[in-house]
């Protein structure tokens, strides 16, 4: 071979022909490689530096209580001071972080829902970072929780599947209820479609998983539309008391029916003005 | 309407009235410590004395008539005017129709009442009235007379001498009792062991609630909760649901399940439960063996299942141990396994009776 070769070099005008084809067929490979996958590589650069950037924000930000990589950090007592974020997924930062619940501003039985801290940019390079720790849900797409053009009998059936999973908690009107040990199911009041879906999606704090294998994601959305339609519909019934139940309604009796019951006993009874007019001394 | 008038009204005769001027007089009965201090110094009101005030609050009682019966009309109005239904108007985020009706019947009759009530304490006759107490038994003559009666229909009737019609109408009297006992024979029997069984069989799918859908345990992951009824309960024969109405609540009340996930490590099954989970996935009654209210109130952190109604919790890390409130047993779990299809389905029935305590069921 290596003779066949040298000698139709050497029937060429150049012993250097074989190395400048060498070249040539490198140059067209990495030529042709580089015009036909351009996208990815840019795309996984980009999103190395976000990934990057939200490694950054999140060593500032978070790693004094969730570890430098994540990994959480046990108290000497055994407890979590801050749970590993590994496999949480996007999905979860995206819905601590977006609503204001990361970081927290102190220890507690609940991380309440507060203002926002960082920009939407920043929460979503720090939700690719914590991706990059472990596979879990990531953000879900717009039209996952898009309710505009649900028709009405997706909306009844949202209520059952409302009626069943989360009444138990979130009280029959989703204005939230109390838990033991300080801790609360939130109000689902002003609570945006996709952080609803992110949080069924990966059940934070004490909420469970509704993971999208057993709730469908067509299943997830209804309930969402029907949660939408509950905060449109018109108090048929007057003051419905913060939707508390017998609660707020037994004081409310109590206080201000018996009480006003009380006061026109009080006006009954009362003696009326008296006149010293026309009285024989 | 003076006072010799009241005295003369009939059923008012132990009225003792005070003169208009004056007090009656303090009594004192021969023994008694306390002498009765009589009333007080009768005050006339302005109304009383006074023409115009008597004018300006008859004119502002009828005012309150009038006004309740303009509410009264309102009401009329607005019961047609308002829409109701499917588009109903709406006054500041309340339903129209009814804030409209409250309203204006509340009013008409509070107005009458309140007119009522100022009528009388204005305008009608305003002088202290004294009302004798009176032995509440009945005279000794009438006393007397009842007992006598009551003789001579017992001496006339002969019940003591005729036994034979004496007893015939005590059967017959005792018998009536039966129409009772026929009627409403179908409140019985006892139940048997109704309360003991519930519809799980082995190899019976658990499908999620309300969608019916079968689950397999990947798709369940740590911390999830899944409330579930067996797979009978939305099986259908020829187009027809083999469980429906009445019946179909019946078996849910005892056969509904939740189905949660845990790491197997945090779980400490009791003996001969080691094999009643897949994977930590673990299905449990969802009625409260306290009172039976449902429960899926879960705390994915503490494992903590808790009831709303009197706040019995219990450990499902742990087999449904009570770890506060007043329930008495632990929550009942339904052994689970994998069918050849890779669904989760019963290893059989509920190992003992579901939801609260009852008498035959012989322990707590």
Not at chain 1, 117 to 139: D, K, R
Request: with cysteine; charged share 20%; aromatic share 6%.
């Amino acid at each position: 071979m290596r003779l066949i070769s040298a000698r139709l070099s050497a029937k060429r005008r150049s012993p250097l022909a074989g190395l400048v084809v060498l070249l040539l067929g490198l140059l067209v490979t990495g030529g042709l490689y580089a015009v036909l996958s351009p996208a990815t590589a840019q795309t996984s650069q980009a999103s190395q530096s976000t990934v990057e950037k939200g490694r950054a924000l999140f060593l500032v930000g978070c790693a004094s209580c969730h570890g430098k990589n994540g990994e959480g950090i046990v108290t000497k007592r055994g407890t979590q001071y801050g749970p590993p974020l590994v496999g949480v997924g996007a999905a979860a930062v995206d819905f601590q972080v977006g609503t204001g619940r990361m970081p927290m501003a102190r220890p507690g039985a609940q991380a309440e829902k507060k203002e926002v801290v960082y920009t939407p940019e920043e929460i979503s390079a720090m939700a690719a970072f914590v991706a990059s720790l472990g596979p879990g849900p990531a953000i879900p797409e717009r039209e996952a929780y898009d309710t505009s053009d649900v028709d009405n009998e997706s909306v009844v059936r949202g209520g059952e599947f409302f009626r069943t999973n989360c009444t138990a908690c979130h009280n029959f009107a989703a204005v939230g209820g109390a838990l033991p040990g300080g801790k609360y199911a939130p109000s689902l009041d002003g609570v945006s479609n996709k952080h609803i879906y992110e949080a069924l999606l990966t059940g934070p704090q004490q909420m469970p998983v509704f993971s999208n294998g057993v709730l469908k994601p067509s299943e997830k959305r209804d309930i969402i539309a029907y949660l939408n339609s509950v905060k449109e519909q018109p108090k048929y019934g007057g003051s419905n008391l913060g939707s508390y139940g017998p609660v707020a309604e037994g004081l409310f009796a109590w206080l201000v029916g018996i009480g006003s019951c009380v006061g026109f006993a009080i006006w009954i009874a009362s003696s009326s003005v008296r006149s010293k007019k026309g009285v024989k001394a | 309407m003076t006072v010799h008038e009241r005295e003369g009204m009939p059923g008012n005769e132990d009225a003792v009235a005070t003169s208009e001027h004056g007090t009656a007089p303090a009594r004192r009965e021969a023994g008694d410590p306390f002498p009765d201090p009589g009333l007080h110094e009768h005050q006339p009101r302005p109304t009383d004395v006074d023409e115009r005030a008597g004018k300006r609050a008859e004119r502002q009682i009828a005012t309150m008539f009038v006004l309740s019966a303009l509410c009264t009309l309102l009401f009329c109005v607005a019961y047609f005017v308002f829409q109701v239904g499917d588009d109903p108007d709406v006054i500041m985020g309340f339903g129209a129709s009814n804030l409209a009706l409250g309203l204006t019947l509340g009013l008409a009759l509070l107005l009458i009442g309140i007119g009522t009530i100022q009528w009388a304490r204005k305008l009608m006759s305003d002088v202290e009235i004294v009302e004798m107490r009176h032995p509440t038994a009945s005279s000794e003559t009438d006393r007397a007379e009842t007992l006598q009666a009551l003789d001579a229909g017992v001496s006339d009737s002969g019940i003591g001498r005729r036994p034979l019609v004496r007893n015939s109408l005590i059967g017959a009297l005792a018998l009536l009792g039966l129409p009772a006992i026929v009627a409403l024979r179908d409140l019985g029997p006892l139940p048997g062991n109704k309360l003991a069984v519930t519809v799980w069989r082995r190899g019976m799918r658990v499908v999620n609630d309300v969608a019916g859908t079968p689950i397999r345990p990947e798709e369940v992951e740590i911390g999830q909760l899944i409330n579930t009824q067996p797979e009978i309960l939305f099986e259908t024969e020829d187009g027809e649901r083999t469980y429906e109405g009445t019946e179909l609540l019946q078996a849910k009340t005892k056969a509904s399940t939740i189905v949660v996930r845990m790491q197997p490590d945090d779980i400490t099954p009791s003996a001969g439960r080691a094999n009643w989970g897949v994977d930590g996935i673990l299905c449990y009654s969802k009625i409260c063996t306290h009172v039976g209210c449902p429960i899926s109130l879960w705390e994915q952190q503490t494992h903590h299942l808790l009831c709303p109604c009197h706040q019995s919790t219990f450990d499902l890390a742990d087999n449904g141990k009570v770890v506060f409130g007043p329930a008495a047993r632990a929550l009942p779990q339904l052994p689970l396994m994998v069918d050849d299809e890779g669904y989760l389905v019963a290893q059989s029935d509920f190992t003992e009776p579901v939801g609260p305590s009852y008498w035959e069921r012989g322990d707590a």
